[in-house]
DNA sequence: AAATTCCACGAAGTTAAACTTCAAGTTCTT
DNA sequence: AAGAACTTGAAGTTTAACTTCGTGGAATTT
């Protein structure tokens, strides 16, 4: 039972690999910097809405999507 | 097309309704104002990561539900 | 009709979460 | 081995998240 945090950085990452790009490529469109994707991703930092958003746009999924933890332990 | 923000707003207040709850009442619940949850109903705010955690609890649903537009109007 | 409840709305402010930079170190891939 | 991708910590800045206060409106309820 990882925080909402670790799950939803875990689900970031698992997209963002599909889509085939680095933290830093992701981070470039986003406009965030490619720590604070890694941080995210990791469950240190969350998004404010708007990167949320953002990232959803990026990564062509729906925001759902990143919140979405059926197939999870 | 009304912003993520509109949308999430809607949603929250569809599912408070549906748990019969104030304004008040969800936010002394999540310990934000009143005028807050009312803004991030209206699309004026957006809840933080931590709040849109506490809102989930609060109102028994899980996050992915306020980003579910599936039967949107 | 007046009192109560619930909510909208604006203005103006504060706080904390979101986000940065830099620097050094690690792991992965080729 | 070398480069690319990522981690991590520390210490800082910025801005979005959130507050308070005051007024007012609409819909009950007494």
Same mark, same amino acid.
């Given at each position: 039972?990882?925080?909402? $945090?670790?799950? %939803?950085?875990?689900q970031l990452r698992? #997209?963002?690999?599909?889509?085939d790009?680095?933290?830093?490529?992701?981070?470039?469109?986003?406009?965030?910097?490619?720590?604070? #994707?890694?941080?995210?991703? $990791?469950? #240190?930092?969350?998004?404010s809405?708007e990167?949320?958003?953002?990232?959803?746009?990026a990564? $062509?999924?729906? #925001?759902k999507d %990143? %919140?979405?933890?059926?197939?999870?332990?």
């Amino acid at each position: 039972m990882s925080s909402l $945090r670790a799950k %939803f950085g875990k689900q970031l990452r698992r #997209i963002r690999k599909r889509r085939d790009l680095t933290q830093e490529q992701l981070a470039e469109i986003v406009d965030v910097s490619p720590e604070f #994707i890694s941080n995210v991703e $990791r469950g #240190i930092n969350a998004p404010s809405f708007e990167t949320l958003e953002k990232l959803a746009e990026a990564l $062509r999924v729906a #925001i759902k999507d %990143f %919140f979405d933890y059926d197939h999870e332990t």
